[in-house]
Nanobody, 117 residues
Framework: QVQLVESGGGLVQPGGSLRLSCAGS????????MAWYRQAPGKQRELVAS???????NYADSVQGRFDISRDDAKNTMYLQLNSLKPEDTAVYYC???????????WGQGTQVTVSS
């Protein structure tokens, strides 16, 4: 069973930074697309950023220029660097990955990011 484990969330002041990590229980070379989603209270889960196996990235308009997604296949880990954080970035952040051969989608358990003064 594939597991994805997020870490790195926490409480940060507006304008601050955090780096989220998503570690796979096995090699992430087995995944094609990987992505970060977030869900704020009372809102639907939304795509924040995605990255393909080849390293192509895509960002939601609301985080473009502030967040940076990357993956380190050697460490079986995907990252999301969050800069210039705003209160509206407060949410539970989830990582998602798609099996390259099976097409099965996998979710992590989520990590809370709270932006508040």
């Amino acid at each position: 069973q594939v597991q994805l484990v997020e870490s790195g969330g926490g409480l940060v002041q507006p304008g601050g930074s955090l780096r989220l990590s998503c570690a796979g229980s096995r090699t992430i070379l087995g995944f094609s697309d990987m992505a970060w989603y977030r869900q704020a209270p009372g809102k639907q889960r939304e795509l924040v950023a995605s990255i393909t196996r080849g390293g192509n990235t895509n960002y939601a308009d609301s985080v473009q220029g502030r967040f940076d997604i990357s993956r380190d296949d050697a460490k079986n880990t995907m990252y999301l660097q969050l800069n210039s954080l705003k209160p509206e970035d407060t949410a539970v952040y989830y990582c998602h990955a798609v099996g390259r051969l099976s097409g099965t989608g996998y979710w992590g358990q989520g990590t809370q990011v709270t932006v508040s003064s």
